[in-house]
């Protein structure tokens, strides 16, 4: 190759000079160098797959788990029934089994199969109406009903066990009025009668809990896992080296990280708002300005986390790992949005106040389907922005300027 | 401020000092009580093997690491305080690979607070400069190593910093980009900036003006490159016209006790003599009857070498010890039109050449030229689009399995189970090339005492000094007596007395008649070669023994006595030249 | 030299297996993956996932200050279901206090609701829950509807009573012990997210220490590779699968009612269809942090559909086709049938063919996927 053109570079007395006036005011440069760290951020954000995996992809499928997919909502529980009788008042109350919309009911003549259909778990519970019922009932003096249910699910049983029951109730007050007349039957309704009104949630949908929870992942997700990664790749790559041999200060880094991903999270977190809301159908009652309150509330302590992960991981596996029991793990399991924390034991319980997204969780279901309850949503801010506070301090304690 | 930068006054004030440098890692010492001292408008070199410590040594000057004990000033301050001063360019870059070439210039120059105004033109200049601006919309990522280089260079340069600091810039860089980064490093210096350059390759220490030569955290030498060849300058000859073959001729000599080192140069071998010895003439060699000898000038090398104590001697265990493999007339190794295409990118293209039984053959070229696509080809990991190729008598698409196991294999990286003791690899590559039993028993403990690894066989591979990881990787590919090996860059970033010993087992497993092909940048190991061919842009460019590539630049040149380094620049520039006329007709 | 004989077979295979047991046992960040997951699995996943309703503070608001409000209310502060009933004066109070979450529910009880009762009236009693938690809320009510329709029982007259009456048997779990459920479902999940993580990482650990070349050009076989790199899932799967199986029986008391050897049966084709997932995206991804990503994308929805958090009842009815393809559903019913029901082998063949069809779907995918990725 040639030599190079002639006088290929400044004048060094420029840049000397330059630098010189640098050293002095350095605080100067110190905005310039943040936005051209923000702005190389970007960059990467739009071009990285892993970012787009874990910002967008990932959100998309929790709230298609969480939203669409599973839900809790107790209905159509498939259960066997036996009829060992064929009068006509246990053929009334086969039909209300048959009729309930709880129940999904396979009809069987004995016992043995229903214990087969048990065993495998075709069904999850089976109804007995005995032989010699009709007559029983002609004497005034029922023959009990079996209700069986299958265990190894106990909320499941209860569930079943409490409806099979209902269902048998309500047949009996309709027999009794058909023998009695209109007028008798009132009075022979079930002495307490609970009444109950669901706020909130009047149609129980299951979604109305789990999509919150889902926002609550998707947040720590990118709070804490994708910038424990970015950070560490920082490291890895050794970009992170020749940042720190450039008068960069600690806090312009920590800044250009922490800026980023904060809108990131907080246009993700407002992507799953709305598609919650439209496509799922979520009521949200609350206002904008709270959610995004509690929002940024939440991307302090999990960005702090994430931070604080890589400065202590330079590795962009091992920060994958810890990020993953230390963030997600606690969202999923501790921090009340599918599991109730009240059942857990005391040390368990006692775990869960450590866990941010512990007090994300009641603060977005409030905004979700009770409005902007300020009681219960500033406490748990306050509460979040501690975490952030104590977790920003651990990392400015981890980050050392330097490659020991 | 006093200006720190005189240039071209005198003696000028060192830019950087570092007096008495220690830092401890765990248990080890990475440096040992080190002083350097980089100096205006001079290129500084840092020269040592991997692992000797030039890294720590860098990061320690760019404020990076704290030294244990000793003091270093730039500028007469502290690092931490002279970063406006300073410029770095780490061992891989610090290139953001998902930003454009501009982007990362934009970043750094911002970074560095240089003026908005005087952004344009330093870029423009800069790209010019490296040769980049045709690629300032391309991701740093998808560039070459050598454009990789040239833009971290340009990355460190942009505010022009009176101290500029480079990591091993010319490692896995082929000679030609090699030599551009060296045009534009002398440039810098006559702006009166001060280069300390740091490298595992010797022959660029020759190249430098200042030499600290680094050994195990060590300064074995300090001074002009010139000083430490200055010593040995009479004890270096040239021999040709022997009646043996080269290989036996070389280890002959290396056993003699006044011969400290020696190397193959084409049809000649090269001759270190010891110090206090008389030089030998041709009637004290006894290699017959032709035999010439003449004084030929020392490399830095070479006294690298003697600074160590003398290469190894020439006969090696390993080759004695090792089964004779059958004489035959077929070719060990063959390559029929071997193409490789990547969808619509062509990245080997019609490569032929054929392995007699007991020859060394190198393949050369520039990154990314389809060296590596060819080898990878012919040792099984890559399936050709088009052509064949055997290994030891074996088709590569019908008898892959067979073809395989006819092959040792070693790669450029240290690739072995880090976390696995040394007898576990040895263990595991025994199985895998199927010796059970007795075989296998009587296999790992013929290498574990030829290599003398007996004393580590419980540690893990990964903590071994560079030195046995070396010695256990070729004692893997081996253990199972191949026909064939297959050498990826075998000796990159290893001190010169390993890469000797290396090279004695590779020449007596020769003898032996194991047939070795090896892909190499690295022009000492192109000697050694019986015949290379030169891959550029997919296509084989050039074929044949060294000396005849040689004698192919000297007519191209026009310059006496070429080394391989000028043959591959001159071979490619022609080949550059042709390209253009015929894109021109 | 003996390159090709019969017996060099399993020379190379033995190798394989034996480094990978070894890499296992010696990787710092394997041994983590042993050690570490398991203990918190056990004692977190244990004690935290349950979807029980325990330790529930509840509202009162009791308009009528007579006995049977008062009789009513000491039966739910009696229950061990509640912790706390808090007396609210006011509607107002009770709103606010279901508003801000400090009960899940309120009972409100009317004026005339001992007056009614005592005139043989039936009463009605309010009921009002936090749906932001519904699923909770309404086990709740379950809760309140059991404790009042017992009371209501008792004050019912002579011919109410004639009514009939129904006796519950819950089989399998007949006190409803909540750990019965989550154990045996934990053993499953947990075996999940080990194979599939761990698998996940062979190639592109091998891939980033630079020994994956190594191995491709050694005269292994494809198969041998792969199955060399079952190993370490299978074992880790195993020693969890053991664990669990021991724990809870001797700690938390679950009784094991099946096979033993239906279970390591179980227990081995599950992890094959398992790691079969883990090699596909081991295959797919290049470095070990794209491995990491991937096993959590198949991990999540594994876990979610397989009907342990969700009945698969409950889902879309496409999704419940997609279900099949899950292989942790398969495994669940097996090892909650297993523990509780002493299911017999035939009813364990009904779930294990279609693992042992999923895992080598699987296999067959890696292995034709890991072949296709060598270029």
Known sequence: MSEPATDPLPDPSIARAQASGSTGSAGGSSHRRLLALIVKEYAQIRRDPSTF????????????????????????TRVALVVQDDSAPAARLAQAYVHSPYFDVTPLNAVIPARALMEEGAIHGFVVIPPDFGRSVARGAPRPIQIVTDGTQPNQATFIA???????????????????????????????????????????????????GAIAIVMTMIGTLLTALVVAREWERGTMEALLATPMRMIEFILSKVLPYFLLGMGSMALCTVI???????????????????????????????????????????????????????????SGFIFEIGSMPWPIQALTYAVPARYLIPALQTVFMAGDIWPIILPNILIMLGFGLLFFILCFRATRRSLD | MAD????????????????????????ARALDGVDLAVVPGKVTGLVGPDGAGKTTLIRVLAGLMASD???????????????????????????????????????????????????????????????????????????????KQKLGLACALVSTPPLLLLDEPGVGVDPISRRELWAMVAELTREGIGVLWSTAYLDEAELCDTVYLLSEGRMLFTGPPAELTGAIHNRVIRVTGFAERRREALTRALDRPDVIDGTLQGRAIRLLIGEGEKVPDAAALDMGPDTQVTPTPARFEDGFIERLGGGPEGTSALAAAYREIPASDAPAIEAKGLTKRFGEFTAAQDVSFTVPRGHIFGLLGPNGAGKSTTFKMLCGLLTPSEGSGSVAGYDLRRAAARARSSLGYMAQKFSLYGDLSVAQNLDFF????????????????????????????????????????????LACAVMHEPPVLFLDEPTSGVDPVMRREFWTHINGLVRRGVTVLVTTHFMDEAEYCDDVTLIYRARQIASGPPDSLKAQAARLTGKDDPTMEDAFIALIEASDADGEAEEAA | MPVLQLPARFTRLRAMIVKEIWALLRDPKSRIVLVLPPLIQLFIFTFATTLDVKNVDIGLVDRSGGVHAQELLQRIEGSPRFRDVIVLPSMAAMEQAIDEQQVLAAIVIQDDFDQ?????????????????????????????????????????????????????????????????????????????????????????????????????????????????????????????GMLFLVVAQVAFGVPFTGSFLLFIVAMIFYQLALIGMGLLVSAMSMTQQQAFLGSFIVTVPLILLSGYAAPIENMPDWLQVITYADPVRYFLIIVQGLFLKAMPASVVFHQLWPLGVIALVSLSAAAWLFRARME
Do not use: C
């Open chain 1, 53 to 76: 995996l874990i910002a967008f992809a990932m959100p998309l499928l929790l709230l298609f788990l969480f939203g669409y997919a599973i839900s809790l909502d107790p209905r159509e």
């Open chain 1, 162 to 212: 409490s409806y099979a029951e209902g269902v048998r109730l309500n047949w009996m007050a309709s027999e009794m009025a058909m023998r009695a007349g209109e007028a008798r039957a009132t009075g022979m309704g079930p002495p307490i009668d609970v009444s109950q009104r669901m706020w909130f949630n009047p149609g129980l949908q299951s979604r109305y809990f789990l999509v919150p």
């Open chain 1, 276 to 334: 919650a809301v439209t496509a799922f159908g979520l009521p949200f009652r609350g206002s904008i300005f709270a959610l995004f309150a509690i929002a940024a509330a939440f991307l302090l302590p999990a960005l702090g986390l994430g931070l604080f992960i890589s400065a202590g991981t330079r590795n962009q596996f091992v920060a994958s790992q810890v990020a993953l029991l230390a963030s997600f793990l606690p969202t999923f399991l501790l």
């Open chain 2, 4 to 27: 720190p930068i005189a240039p071209s006054v005198g003696v000028a004030a060192p830019v950087a000092t570092a007096t008495g440098i220690v830092k401890i890692f765990g248990e």
């Open chain 2, 69 to 147: 004990e000793g003091a270093v000033s730039i500028l007469e301050g502290p690092p931490a305080e002279r970063l406006d001063a300073i410029g770095y360019m780490p061992q891989r870059f610090g290139l953001y690979e998902d930003l454009t070439v501009r982007e990362n210039l934009v970043l750094y120059a911002e970074m560095r607070g240089l003026p908005r105004e005087a952004q344009e033109s330093v870029f423009r200049r800069l790209l010019e400069f490296t040769d980049l601006a045709r690629f300032q919309a391309r991701p740093a990522g998808k560039l070459s190593g050598g454009m």
């Open chain 2, 430 to 473: 025994a199985g895998a090339y199927d010796l059970s039993g007795a075989e296998a028993r009587e296999a790992i403990a013929r290498v574990t005492e030829i290599f003398e690894l007996g004393a580590h066989l419980k540690r893990n591979a990964g903590t071994l000094p560079l030195g046995f990881k070396q010695r256990l990787a």
């Open chain 3, 116 to 240: 009614r009762l005592a005139r043989g009236q039936s009463a009605t009693l309010g009921l009002v829950l936090d749906g932001r938690r519904s699923n909770a809320a309404q086990i709740v009510a379950g809760y309140v509807s059991q404790i009042a329709g017992g009371y209501g029982a008792e004050l019912a007259p002579i011919s109410a009573r004639q009514g009939g009456s129904s006796a519950v048997t819950h089989w399998y779990n007949p006190s409803l012990d909540y750990m019965w459920f989550t154990l045996p479902g934990l053993v499953a999940l947990i075996i999940s997210i080990a194979g599939i993580a761990i698998t996940s990482q062979a190639v592109a650990r091998e891939r980033e220490l630079g020994t994956f070349d190594q191995l491709m050009v050694s005269p292994m076989r494809v198969h041998e590779i792969l199955i060399g790199m079952m190993m370490p899932p299978l074992l880790v799967g195993m020693f969890n």
